[in-house]
Structures are given as structure tokens and as C-alpha cells.
């Protein structure tokens, strides 16, 4: 699929292509920055980084990249493989697989409202999508190519080429690359939540199942201690457990700063906006189903040495978890969930 609009006038046919349940968000034409970019309800205004503005043709030359296995060392993994809207912007699977049928070691995150996370990836290790979006197109393990090899394979294409040189005045570029698929993920953003309503003040919005979850989730338990505000995460890293029980357990967060015992097995804080499409959870994908995962904190995660002391035993009651899984599931999924049709790739 080719992008509809030439001029900043056909925004909104742009827009109800690409994300058909919401014309919200403001793109300039090809390289003029946007005035500002609005959001789903529950979200609050998004940041656009200033050497990166977000653009019309470079989205639509990110999303191209985005879905292009052609990214990938033997052209067979796209980013797309792994980060599929049909199932939460992850893959439905516990790991990832990349070139030569490799298996990763973590749960592939959702990617929806991404833009808003301070740090990326599970261990916190990129600080920017920019900086995500190279991660797994040189990761051996996923798509297994240099950005520099892969530069050199997109300036050979001519589509490719006259679209970098339309948006960026030059031809692709490591960084220019990955400006363009950041472009892409910052618009995948997703909120207007039967809870948002609900907490807007129709009191309708959520069923009365919800509207206990909504009670055991805010007050009964401490789900709220670490799953806080609008992308209902903290952006910090904690330690459930989940598998320090493992002879030689992955450290998460420790393995990137090196810097204190309380970030052994230190994971990020995931969304919860939209989980019910994510299964399974948990970094490693441990956890098939949100009962579970209910379950599990229920019983006060997995003791080990650096256990984050916010997690306690809660002893829940059976209709108490129930209602808690309704509320995740009913009161946080978006009704304005991005779902764009798979472009027309360059030949």
C-alpha cells in the first residue's frame, strides 16, 4: 500500500488508512516538523525527539522498512515477524525467532505506546526508539545484519533510494534508517480504554466484574506500586523471581549497568494497557495466560536474594483474582488500537 497523501490537506485520508478506528494524530508533510502530535484519550501529549521530527514520508518510509524482510541478513525476518498487531504488537510465541530459525532468550515486548517508555527492551539497555530500532537488525540472533551492510543493500534499490533522498536529502544511511522506522513505531500508540472513560466519569464504561478488578487493582493490591500511570508502568526495574530458581538465571538489568545486586534479575516494568493481546507474559514467557500471572503475584512472586521488597504475598481470594483479570483485560484494552494494513513493498 502506497501512502494516499502528497500534502499536509489529505491527513485525514492518511490516517483512516492507517489506523481506521482514529484520525488523531497531526504528521507533517515530508520534512516539516509537526505542530504537535495528539493522542487516544489516557495518554499524555508524546515528545518528539527535535532531530527526529516526525514527518510524513518518513513514516511511511519507516513502516516500508518496518515490514520489509529484506532487513534482515538472508532476507527472511522483517521486524514485523516478530512484532505482529495481529498479536499485541509482540509474536504470541514465549521467544522470538530470527535468521536460521535462531530462538531468543525473552518474550518479545508489545511495541504500542513504546514512545512513551524511557527506556526499551526488558534490561533498559536503549534510551531511544532510534537506538531500539538497530537492535535487533544487527543482533545475530534476529536479523543478523550490519546497519552499514544494510545501508548499502537499500541504496540499491531505486524506491528506497528516492524516498531517502525525498525525506533526508541523501541516500540511507544507519542513522537515517533508524530515524525512519522510530518515526514508524512513535506513531503506534493505543488508548481510550473502557477505564478511561470509566474514570472520566462514565460510570457505565466498565462492568461491575471491572469495576471490582478496578477496586482489587488500585487498593487491595500493589499492582498500582509499579504499574502507575497513563502506559500503566513505572518505567523501573524490579525482581519478581521468575527464574532465579534457574542455575544460571538471566540478570536482566544487572547485565547492562553492572552496578548493584538489587538489579540482578531486574526487568523492566511492563504496559499494561492493551496486555490481553500479549500472552504470554513475564520476560522469559513463563506465564501462558493473565490468570496466571494474577496468580503468581497473588502468592508473592519466587523468593530469591534480590527479591523487590514491593512484592509481598497478597493471599487474594478466588473472585478477587477473577475480578482482577476482567479489569486487565475488559477495562485496558484500547479501543483506538493501531492495526495498519501491510504496505506495498519497493521491488
Known amino acids: 500500500m502506497h501512502c494516499p497523501m502528497k500534502n499536509s490537506r489529505n491527513i485525514v485520508s492518511f490516517l483512516a488508512i492507517f489506523w481506521p478506528s482514529m484520525a488523531l494524530l497531526h504528521l507533517a508533510a515530508q520534512g516539516t516538523p509537526p505542530a ?21 514520508g518518513k513514516v511511511k518510509l519507516g513502516k516500508q522498512l518496518f515490514f520489509d524482510p529484506r532487513l534482515s541478513r538472508d532476507d527472511s525476518v522483517s521486524c514485523s515477524t516478530c512484532h505482529d498487531s495481529a498479536k499485541g504488537w509482540s509474536n504470541g510465541s514465549r521467544f522470538g525467532t530470527g535468521v536460521d530459525g535462531r530462538i531468543g532468550s525473552r518474550n518479545v515486548p508489545s511495541l504500542v505506546n513504546a514512545a512513551y517508555q524511557k527506556y526499551l527492551f526488558w534490561d533498559g539497555r536503549a534510551k531511544s526508539l532510534e537506538q531500539q530500532s538497530r537492535g535487533p537488525i544487527e543482533h545475530e540472533s534476529e536479523m543478523g545484519l550490519p546497519m552499514d551492510q544494510l545501508a548499502t ?80 508502568s513505572d518505567g523501573k526495574f524490579h525482581n519478581t523471581g521468575i527464574g532465579m530458581d534457574q542455575s544460571n538465571p538471566d540478570l536482566g538489568r544487572f547485565f547492562v549497568n553492572h552496578k548493584s545486586d538489587l538489579d540482578r534479575g531486574a526487568f523492566k516494568t511492563p504496559t499494561l494497557r492493551d496486555i490481553s493481546r500479549t500472552a504470554p507474559y513475564m520476560h522469559d514467557g513463563s506465564l501462558k495466560s493473565l490468570a496466571e500471572v494474577v496468580e503468581f503475584y497473588s502468592d508473592g512472586g519466587k523468593m530469591n536474594p534480590y527479591l523487590d521488597d514491593m512484592i509481598t504475598s497478597l493471599l487474594m481470594t478466588e473472585q478477587q483474582k477473577a475480578d482482577l483479570v476482567v479489569f486487565l483485560t475488559e477495562g485496558l484494552t484500547s479501543d483506538t488500537y493501531p492495526n495498519p494494513e501491510p504496505p506495498e513493498l519497493p521491488e
Open 36 to 56: 504537535q502530535l495528539a493522542v487516544p484519550a489516557g495518554l499524555h501529549p508524546l515528545a518528539i525527539p527535535e532531530d527526529n521530527p516526525l514527518t510524513e
Open 153 to 232: 543493500k537499500l541504496i540499491q534499490i531505486s524506491d528506497y533510494r528516492r524516498q531517502f533522498e525525498a525525506v533526508f536529502g541523501g541516500e540511507a544511511t544507519p542513522d537515517r534508517i533508524a530515524k525512519s522506522i522510530a518515526s514508524f513505531e512513535r506513531t503506534l500508540v493505543a488508548g481510550n480504554a473502557p477505564y478511561d472513560r470509566f474514570r472520566a466519569g462514565d460510570l457505565k464504561a466498565l462492568s461491575p466484574a471491572a469495576q471490582r478488578g478496578h477496586q482489587v487493582f488500585f487498593f487491595r493490591s500493589n499492582c498500582a506500586f509499579c504499574h502507575i500511570g497513563p502506559t500503566f
